[in-house]
């Protein structure tokens, strides 16, 4: 007879590749529930307000007048530069409301003689544009500013928009899909009742209120998201936390900077230097034009105390 030396009753011992999984498993769950948190968080800070709305109206203000003094500082090397697009914003904001700073750098941009002359239609909408010189200009352009200059005179213009993916809802992308909203935004002075054409405004405005919902950086290019969604008409698709963000990230001298931390517009990966931060036109310009939509054209969208805007 065989004996059994087996005890009854004894526990088997779990192997060692069993305890390996779990121990792993854990760490797993873990680092999921630590990303979750921290997308979710993340979330939150870039689109939630815990801000009153008199606190906001008083931050909006604050930040105007610092910006307009940095504008008045500037105002020789806004002149120097020339960047029409900039000169172009200024004069709807001096429209929205009137400020004897943006009317006086139009007026002399527009006063100095410069070539191509065809280019100042971007700011004057009566402005005579000469044909051959604007088809010439249209030839030696790069693609978004070929859709700037069709717009300033789509019927002098020889050149398709179609072929040119003008009308494209869904190809353009980061800094294209935002010159193409400001072309769409200019072709409406001669096609104002297109419904085709305000239809394609709203998408592409739709599109970028997307973007800015998982946007982190508050870099040159998520100011001008928002700003050219105001712009377009669409103030119910931009959140005050957005606009609060921008604010938050003003420089002491007034303006604005395409960094955040170690990230710019250009780059969707941190990018390491020891050069410090330099305030930026194109991103201070754009952003006090955002800054005067909230105030003067969009206050009861934004629940400020004064609601009564200065044009109709």
């Not at 004897?100 to 006063?111: A, K, R």
């Not at 002098?156 to 494209?168: M, R, T, W, Y």
Request: aromatic share 8%; charged share 30%.
């Amino acid at each position: 007879m065989t004996k059994d030396n087996t005890k009854s009753g004894t526990p088997k011992k779990q192997p060692k590749n069993k305890s390996a999984v779990r121990r792993l498993f854990i760490i797993a769950a873990i680092l999921i529930a630590i990303v979750i948190v921290t997308v979710t968080a993340t979330l939150i800070y870039n689109n939630v307000s815990f801000t009153s709305d008199s606190d906001f109206e008083k931050q909006l203000d604050r930040s105007i007048e610092n910006a307009l003094a940095w504008t008045e500082s500037n105002k020789q090397t806004i002149l120097t530069r020339k960047n029409i697009a900039l000169i172009k914003m200024l004069a709807e904001a001096d429209r929205l409301h009137p400020t004897p700073l943006f009317s006086e750098i139009v007026d002399s941009f527009m006063s100095t003689p410069s070539r191509p002359r065809c280019w100042k239609g971007l700011v004057d909408p009566d402005w005579n544009v000469d044909k051959v010189e604007l088809n010439i200009t249209i030839k030696k352009e790069y693609l978004d500013n070929k859709w700037v200059l069709y717009a300033i005179a789509p019927d002098k213009a020889e050149v398709d928009p179609k072929e040119l993916g003008l009308f494209d809802a869904e190809k353009w992308q980061h800094r294209k899909l935002t010159h193409q909203l400001d072309a769409l935004l200019l072709l409406k002075r001669t096609k104002s009742e297109d419904t085709e054409l305000d239809k394609l405004i709203e998408h592409l405005a739709g599109r970028l209120t997307t973007q800015l919902t998982t946007d982190i950086p508050v870099t040159d290019i998520y100011i001008q998201k928002a700003t050219f969604i105001l712009r377009a008409g669409h103030p119910e698709k931009i959140r005050k936390r957005w606009i609060e963000r921008i604010i938050e990230n003003q420089r002491a001298d007034g303006g604005w900077d395409d960094r955040w931390f170690s990230f710019n517009s250009e780059s969707k990966k941190p990018v390491f230097n020891s050069r410090g931060k330099e305030t930026n036109q194109h991103a201070t310009l754009q952003a006090l034009t955002m800054l005067y939509l909230v105030k003067h054209r969009y206050p009861e969208n934004f629940l400020l105390a004064d609601s009564q805007t200065d044009t109709p």
